[in-house]
């Protein structure tokens, strides 16, 4: 069976570093693109982090660029998010997706068809 299983989230205080971790079984990874994306309860869900199959292109919304790292590693099916820095406005459930192209490096959900269940990140003193 497809399936994606984020790893990773915990506890951290503010200034502090977490590195998600994104697995994926019953299929390869190696020719999709993949998105981190966040969520708050009663919140829409906000895009995160985008890397194309290659790893060649990367994408960050503003609120988390220079601070956030993605990055894959194909050989191990795998798709990380090194998140530094951390903010309590970071608090959220991260959840990673995977796209069948890149595109404009856009974050846009309705191109994201297979999701996994998200791992909390809490960030606070």
């Known amino acids: 069976q497809l399936q994606l299983v984020e790893s990773g989230g915990g506890l951290v205080q503010p200034g502090g570093s977490l590195r998600l971790s994104c697995a994926a079984s019953?299929?390869?990874?190696?020719?999709?693109?993949v998105g981190w994306f966040r969520q708050v309860p009663g919140e829409e869900r906000e895009g995160v982090s985008i890397?194309?199959?290659?790893?060649?292109?990367?994408n960050y919304a503003d609120s988390v660029k220079g601070r956030f790292t993605i990055t894959r590693d194909n050989a191990k099916n795998t798709v990380y998010l090194q998140m530094n820095s951390l903010k309590p406005e970071d608090t959220a459930v991260y959840f990673c997706?995977?796209?069948?192209?890149?595109?404009?490096?856009?974050?846009?959900?309705?191109?994201?068809?297979?999701w996994g269940q998200g791992t909390q990140v809490t960030v606070s003193s």
């Open positions: 890397i194309d199959h290659t790893g060649g292109s990367t």
């Open positions: 019953g299929f390869s990874l190696e020719s999709l693109t």
């Open positions: 997706a995977t796209a069948k192209g890149y595109g404009l490096g856009s974050l846009y959900a309705p191109w994201f068809e297979n």
